[in-house]
């Protein structure tokens, strides 16, 4: 804090653009994507890529590993995967007379969970500790993962085939929800121009390293985020629960991720303090996978999206002197 009682961000954006910058040089015109995944980074939380085949779901992974110079690590979700795989299993060495802890794929900075609804419900929930408390315990003893940690899984929705649909549970400890899309037809062409002749994976610098994604980490929780705020976050996920086309709505994770994540945009916004349109921003991203919806509704064709556009509108938005 400084002596005026504002957190000091000078460097935060500018380290946060950088980022992103360089993750766009191989993600073409999909900057909102990429800085969304990157608020989710500094923000402690995890993403899950809902989209079809081909449109740079891995490769946004590897990117933004590469870019802060992280260690990352990809599973791929297949129906014989073994919990043991992710997170790790003991080996007796014949050597030492002991048996000795292997590593899993969930030990990295940066973990890429390539079609997380091919494997089964029990590998899912191999993954379930390390999201929510960042540590692996194995016959009883307690691994910490580093920081900073996060899961990047992806599904296709579109394939149901040899699929298990995750389980609420496990959707909930993702703090948001993503959607790559179709690139524009000029974003298209650069693509053509830039990965057509060779990887640009391969020539991607690093612009930081682990510790300087601490140093966002931390600067970010320090940003301020007013009473009003809060009750207006709460108000948010409560009329999720109230509305008549909602059977499971949103919750107290989802307040505690807005909250964090609305600190993180804030943030790389050039602001040490939040703001309503920061909040409403990240309603969609952070809200609409944990809305579950009433069967009459499903029935005429609703969607979570819509539901939750109509609840911005009702909730009343604190004023800015207040926020």
């Known amino acids: 804090m400084t002596d005026s009682g504002h957190t000091d961000l000078s460097g935060f954006q500018s380290a946060f653009e950088r980022i992103a910058n360089n993750v766009e040089k191989t993600i073409q015109g999909k900057g ?8 989710a980074l500094i923000a402690e939380g995890h993403v899950l890529i809902e989209d079809i085949p081909g449109v ?10 590469r870019s802060v110079g992280c260690t990352w690590s ?52 191999a993954l379930l500790e390390s999201m929510e408390e960042r540590q ?27 699929t298990y649909p995750l389980p609420e ?44 994604v601490v140093a966002l980490i931390h600067a ?3 940003v301020h ?44 916004r050039g602001r040490d303090y939040v703001v309503p349109d920061d909040i409403k921003d990240l309603v969609l991203p952070v809200l609409a996978h944990r809305i579950l919806l009433a069967p009459e509704a499903q029935m005429r064709g609703a969607s979570p999206e819509e539901i939750l556009d109509g609840l911005i509108g009702r909730v009343p938005i604190p004023v800015r002197e207040q926020a």
């Open 32 to 39: 909102e994507v990429v800085r969304l995944a990157l608020v």
């Open 56 to 65: 740079g779901k891995t490769m946004l992974a590897k990117s933004l590993a």
């Open 74 to 125: 990809r599973i791929q979700f297949t129906p014989d995967l073994l919990p043991s795989d992710v997170t790790g299993v003991n080996v007796y060495d014949s050597n030492s007379g002991r048996f000795a802890f292997k590593k899993g794929a969930v030990f990295a900075n940066v973990v890429l969970g390539d079609e997380i609804n091919r494997a089964s419900p029990k590998t899912q929930s």
């Open 136 to 162: 692996v315990t194995i016959d009883g003893q307690t691994y910490p993962l580093e920081i900073p940690f996060i899961v990047i899984a992806t599904q296709n929705p579109i394939e149901h085939e040899g």
């Open 169 to 212: 549970s496990q959707l909930d400890r993702f703090m948001m929800r993503l959607s790559m899309g179709y690139p524009s037809r000029e974003s298209e062409l650069d693509i053509l121009d830039t990965h057509g002749m060779e990887e640009p994976l391969d020539e991607l610098l690093a612009v930081s390293d682990p510790k300087g």
């Open 220 to 222: 970010a929780r320090a």
């Open 225 to 268: 985020v007013a009473p009003t705020l809060k009750k207006y976050i709460v108000e948010l996920s409560d009329t999720t629960r109230d509305h008549p086309d909602v059977y499971l709505g949103a919750s107290p994770r989802a307040s505690l991720f807005l909250l964090r994540a609305g600190r993180a945009l804030a943030a790389s």
